[in-house]
């Protein structure tokens, strides 16, 4: 059974480019958590999806930033135009049902130049 | 705003040796706290902690929760090198919140 996957694992960006990066769930996982680790920090919490809804975006800034996670393929953390300050990596996690743990993909590592 | 406090920020010790790491916290509505390992990628799920004073296991790695003095500790006997790595603690609260709140974590180093 195949962990959470995440692609690209490395992304570049120029300032003002888009940066798009996708988070396959664990086979069998509908809920779908976005967090984003700052060097020397710990992971904060984005926003949290289940497939087709938003359920919590309260961590997500709210511009330049939007997530999906549609009925069929992956969910995908969009972020637009992006700034130095978006450099970061980003982790999405999977978990089968509300409350059991949440398992995480290995992370898209975003460099904003 | 939920917290999540770990020490020590980090912890050299020889293999072979016993380690304790702590997480206290501060939640409303508490429900659950995780444990985690962090290396170069991915954190890796320890254990999830719901009761207090009901210690879980697995191999040289165990945990417990105290839910009236708001904090767990994460133990690890027999270090090995294998064992280096940031070790994250989260807690996640009730009612429709299922964020976790991490901590900055623990990094520890094995020295063989």
């Known amino acids: 059974n195949a962990g959470v996957m995440q692609n690209p694992r490395h992304l570049v960006r120029r300032r003002g480019q888009e940066a798009r990066l996708r988070c396959s769930p664990m086979?069998?996982?509908?809920?779908v958590y976005w967090y984003r680790q700052l060097p020397e920090e710990g992971l904060k919490f984005m926003v949290y999806l289940q497939k087709e809804n938003i359920i919590d975006e309260s961590g997500m800034p709210k511009e330049r930033f939007s997530a999906e996670f549609p009925k069929e393929g992956p969910s995908i953390l969009r972020i637009q135009q992006v700034v130095r300050g978006d450099s970061a990596a980003y982790f999405c996690?999977?978990?089968?049902?509300?409350?059991?743990?949440?398992?995480f993909g290995p992370g898209t590592r975003l460099t904003v130049l | 705003e939920d917290k999540v406090v770990q020490s020590p920020l980090s912890l050299v010790v020889h293999e072979g040796d016993t380690v304790t790491l702590n997480c206290s916290y501060e939640v409303t509505n508490f429900r659950s706290l995780l444990w985690y390992k962090q290396e170069k990628k991915a954190p890796t799920f320890l254990f999830m902690l719901?009761?207090?004073?009901i210690e879980k296991k697995s191999g040289r790695l165990s945990s417990i929760l105290d839910k009236k003095e708001l904090f767990s500790i994460l133990n690890i006997t027999a270090t090995q090198t294998g064992d280096s790595a940031v070790y994250l603690c989260?807690?996640?609260?009730?009612?429709?919140?299922?964020?976790?709140?991490f901590g900055t974590g623990t990094r520890l180093t094995i020295i063989p």
């Open positions: 086979k069998g996982h509908s809920h």
């Open positions: 719901t009761s207090s004073g």
């Open positions: 989260a807690v996640e609260a009730n009612f429709g919140n299922e964020k976790l709140t």
């Open positions: 996690a999977s978990s089968l049902r509300e409350y059991n743990e949440q398992f």
